[in-house]
């Protein structure tokens, strides 16, 4: 979805390092989430916000930390990466306004840790 | 967690009709049931959404029974692009107390000429 801006695309860095992923949108939407998803499986939920002030984590949060800087931009940083962490990173967007609404994916930033 | 339940893979020829089932034992009350479709390095894409009895759209159409413990994802005529990862989600439980969606495995389509 092009209302949903992923950044960079693609990362390559060494163990130990310190690393953030960013998201931005402008669909006007509340809800924000990022997922990770290793080959040949599904997408895992990492994290997710409903609002600004409203973090939660999701199935597999250890490792990682966001930030919801903004209604549109939701972050999320590995403070020291590890190997196990490569992997493709969603980000993705929902609007409460009425009933589940579904959730729109940016295009992924492809993770590889040395 | 409460997870959804979907075949690993199906097979179709051009043309045919497929059909995915779902199973999601521990539906709650207010859940959605959602389907995803997601093409190889890009994000899954929404098809389509339902609560209960049929749903059609201009791509696929979704069956619940009364129970909503399952749910159908109906392809009509499907064609080498729909060969395709395709997600069923409903909320489960998070640690925080609140319903999230979360993603299973998917079932992989692959469609043959």
Known sequence: DADVTQTPRNRITKTGKRIMLECSQTKGHDRMYWYRQDPGLGLRLIYYSFDVKDINKGEISDGYSVSRQAQAKFSLSLESAIPNQTALYFCATSDTSSGNQPQHFGDGTRLSIL | LAKTTQP????????????????????????????YQQFPSQGPRFI???????VTNEVASLFIPADRKSSTLSLPRVS?????????LVGVPMDTGRRALTFGSGTRLQVQP
């Open chain 2, 8 to 35: 690993i893979s199906m097979d179709s020829y051009e043309g045919q009709e497929v059909n995915i089932t779902c199973s999601h034992n521990n539906i709650a009350t207010n859940d959605y049931i959602t389907w």
């Open chain 2, 48 to 54: 389509i959404q339902g609560y209960k009895t049929k």
């Open chain 2, 80 to 88: 080498l692009s729909d060969t395709a990862v395709y997600y069923c």
